[in-house]
């Protein structure tokens, strides 16, 4: 089976979740190539095993480039394999595993963190785990599909999603930025959104390196925390922090990769590089747990 029928089957398997980014109207999947809604908005599926759901054309900064070096830190160096164990811990032992679970990233990125999330729910809710990645870069997505062909993948804003109303029962939201009002709408009543945010000392040897003195040496999650919870109960705030050690190559990908230095030029990074000694970075990180309506 192709990518691009087997990613056709897994969106018809649960075209339920899904309606018309446009016109919000019911989708249908047609001959395992179009996803087409009631008033005939067709969108395709690619070759490569997902589906474009934006209405016009968008770009990011993320490239290709940009997104092999972040999965090879997460994939090769682990660098979030701690925080991953949080959250699966805090699901495995939260959610009811009485019924099939539906959870959407949003923001997936290269879709590693979602890959490796429902990979270990699967042991344990019997009824089934059905993982949707959404992100603007469709680079980002066409890696994700390359490497995760279990999942469902799709280029979709998120201040438009192309789904139903209560469609989830969880939403991931790692270090990417939010809609709280779209994430309501989304989730079911009694779902949980899981929110990772920096913590102060997050990536504190970089912040150092580049920009001791200055105000963005420090950091205060604070007023996301308070944004956060005006929009949703909120259930719980677990810290993780640990060290990790980088070679220099993956240390380069780290670099490469963090929003941080995107304003500052090779030449300068390299000088800052020849004059630090880099080899471990602190990830430091909470992940905010909110609640929509009451618990079950």
């Known amino acids: 089976m192709n990518k691009r029928i087997k990613s056709a089957r897994q969106v018809q398997q649960h075209q339920s979740l ?13 001959e395992s190539k179009s996803f087409i809604c009631q008033k005939g908005h067709t969108f395709d599926f690619t070759k490569k095993g997902y589906i474009n759901l934006t209405t016009r054309p968008s770009k990011t900064k993320y490239t290709k480039e940009l997104f092999e070096a972040r999965r090879e830190l997460m994939v090769e160096q682990q660098l979030f394999e701690p925080l991953l164990e949080k959250i699966d811990a805090w699901i495995q032992n939260t959610v009811s595993r009485q019924d099939a679970l539906t959870i ?8 590693s963190h979602l890959a490796r999330i429902t990979e270990k729910l699967h042991n344990t809710f019997t009824n089934g785990v ?3 990645g959404i992100d603007l870069s469709k680079e980002g997505i066409m890696t994700a599909a390359k490497n995760y062909p279990e999942t469902i993948w799709a280029v979709a804003d998120l201040a438009h999603s192309p789904f139903r109303d209560q469609s989830f029962q969880l939403l991931l939201n790692i270090l990417s930025p939010s ?3 779209e994430f309501s709408r989304l989730l079911k009543n009694g779902g949980y959104v899981l929110k990772v945010v920096p913590q102060q000392n ?3 040897e970089l912040r150092d390196a580049f920009f001791k003195d200055t105000d963005r040496a420090s950091y205060s999650n604070d007023d996301t925390v308070d944004l956060f919870t005006r929009h949703f109960q909120l ?4 810290r993780v922090t640990y060290n990790v050690d980088l070679n220099p190559s993956s240390m380069q990908s780290l670099i490469q990769m963090t929003p941080l230095t995107w304003s500052i030029s090779e030449t300068d990074i390299q000088a800052v590089l020849d004059k630090h000694s880099l080899s471990s970075i602190t990830v430091d990180l909470e992940i905010l747990i909110g609640i929509k309506g009451h618990e079950k």
């Open 18 to 30: 899904f309606h018309c980014p446009i016109c919000q109207s019911f989708m249908e999947v047609h």
């Open 104 to 111: 959407l990233d949003t923001g997936c990125g290269e879709g």
């Open 130 to 132: 059905t993982g949707v």
């Open 179 to 181: 809609n709280y009002g």
């Open 202 to 204: 997050y990536l504190t």
């Open 235 to 238: 259930k719980d705030r677990i």
